[in-house]
């Protein structure tokens, strides 16, 4: 069973930062490559960054440079360090392994 678990969201204020991290089971976690996505309310799910099985990373226009997605192999964990975060990063962050994906992790930024 795959199972894919969300954890540090949390209330930040804009300018501040947060660490996301996704613990993956059930799958061979190094063939995959790893996604971040996130929905803010009443708007369509949109990705935030991907890193794929060589490391290479992609990013949305929006987070490009201060947001940093990285993958621990040995620990089946995928995470994304968010700085410089906006009211606009509100969301709920899902993290996700082709059609999988987790329940998701709020993040709320304070104005």
């Known amino acids: 069973q795959v199972r894919l678990v969300e954890s540090g969201g949390g209330l930040v204020p804009a300018g501040g930062s947060l660490r996301l991290s996704c613990a993956a089971s059930g799958i061979y976690f190094r063939a995959y490559s790893m996604g971040w996505y996130r929905q803010a309310p009443g708007k369509q799910r949109e990705l935030v960054a991907i890193?794929?099985?060589?490391?290479?990373?992609t990013y949305a226009e929006s987070v490009k440079g201060r947001f940093t997605i990285s993958r621990d192999n040995a620990k089946s964990t995928v995470s994304l360090q968010m700085n410089s975060l906006k009211f606009e990063d509100t969301a709920v962050y899902y993290c996700n392994a082709n059609e999988n994906w987790g329940k998701g992790t709020l993040v709320t930024v304070s104005s």
């Open positions: 890193i794929t099985t060589g490391g290479a990373r």
